[in-house]
């Protein structure tokens, strides 16, 4: 199994808001429900080629022909395009894509309320029939790191998917997943330790676990 450099995580890491104002590229990335439409536009931003990103690759969602088409070419190509819409007010803080067939995509959307407090939604590509728990909660404020992983890990159980299709094989675990977020630059690590912990041997977890400041609240 790969080792991986213990990082500190803090767990009350809490970002200072979701909404405008925020970089266009933030912007731009938080909006594409697709993986692979996200992955192409992130390099071209990560190599300063604005001007190269087309109309079609920042659109927030694709039609159904267009999923359609890209369907046809490869099903791994299809992953996010089915998540909800998100609502002109809403922004997706994080997610976590699988490498399976379809390369399924699992978000948390947020939206100001009128009242001022920040609405919380788990949302998948199913209609919501791969989440089990909690599917939305308000907060005052933006959500500690900590307050995201109970929050998210709760509605859709990552552990239990990653057992289920390995049985305990670590390596093959951490391979299937990642966890991305343009607002918690922890999101993914956090994720790995908690597999590391929960999978792992005694030896292992307890190598990983000690880079995780705090606990969830």
Same mark, same amino acid.
Do not use: C
């Given at each position: 199994m790969p080792t991986q450099a213990a990082e500190r995580i803090d767990l009350a890491f809490r970002p200072k808001g979701y909404f405008w104002p925020l970089g266009v590229e933030k912007h731009l990335l938080t909006h594409i429900k697709? %993986? %692979? @439409? @996200? %992955? $192409? /536009? #992130? @390099? /071209?931003? #990560?190599e300063g080629r604005f001007g190269e990103i087309p109309a079609a690759l920042a659109k927030t969602r694709l039609t159904d022909e267009e999923r359609a088409e890209i369907g046809r070419i490869h099903p791994r190509l299809m992953g996010g395009e089915y998540l909800p819409d998100m609502s002109d007010d809403e922004v997706e803080i994080a997610r976590i894509e699988i490498a399976s067939t379809t390369f399924d995509v699992t978000?948390?959307?947020a939206r100001r309320k009128p009242d001022g407090r920040i609405q919380y939604r788990v949302v998948d590509e199913y209609d919501g029939g791969t989440l089990t728990g909690k599917k939305q909660r308000v907060a005052a404020k933006p959500l500690t790191l900590g307050e995201l992983e109970s929050f998210f890990l709760g509605s859709w159980r990552l552990l239990e998917?990653?057992? $289920?299709?390995? *049985?305990? *094989?670590? #390596? %093959?675990? /951490?391979d299937f997943f990642v966890g991305r977020s343009e607002f918690y630059p922890d999101f993914d690590q956090l994720l790995r330790q908690r597999v590391v912990e929960a999978f792992a041997t005694d030896e292992d977890a307890e190598t990983e676990s000690d880079g995780i400041d705090g606990g969830v609240e």
């Amino acid at each position: 199994m790969p080792t991986q450099a213990a990082e500190r995580i803090d767990l009350a890491f809490r970002p200072k808001g979701y909404f405008w104002p925020l970089g266009v590229e933030k912007h731009l990335l938080t909006h594409i429900k697709g %993986a %692979a @439409r @996200r %992955a $192409m /536009l #992130e @390099r /071209l931003i #990560e190599e300063g080629r604005f001007g190269e990103i087309p109309a079609a690759l920042a659109k927030t969602r694709l039609t159904d022909e267009e999923r359609a088409e890209i369907g046809r070419i490869h099903p791994r190509l299809m992953g996010g395009e089915y998540l909800p819409d998100m609502s002109d007010d809403e922004v997706e803080i994080a997610r976590i894509e699988i490498a399976s067939t379809t390369f399924d995509v699992t978000s948390v959307y947020a939206r100001r309320k009128p009242d001022g407090r920040i609405q919380y939604r788990v949302v998948d590509e199913y209609d919501g029939g791969t989440l089990t728990g909690k599917k939305q909660r308000v907060a005052a404020k933006p959500l500690t790191l900590g307050e995201l992983e109970s929050f998210f890990l709760g509605s859709w159980r990552l552990l239990e998917v990653l057992q $289920m299709n390995f *049985d305990g *094989d670590v #390596e %093959a675990m /951490l391979d299937f997943f990642v966890g991305r977020s343009e607002f918690y630059p922890d999101f993914d690590q956090l994720l790995r330790q908690r597999v590391v912990e929960a999978f792992a041997t005694d030896e292992d977890a307890e190598t990983e676990s000690d880079g995780i400041d705090g606990g969830v609240e």
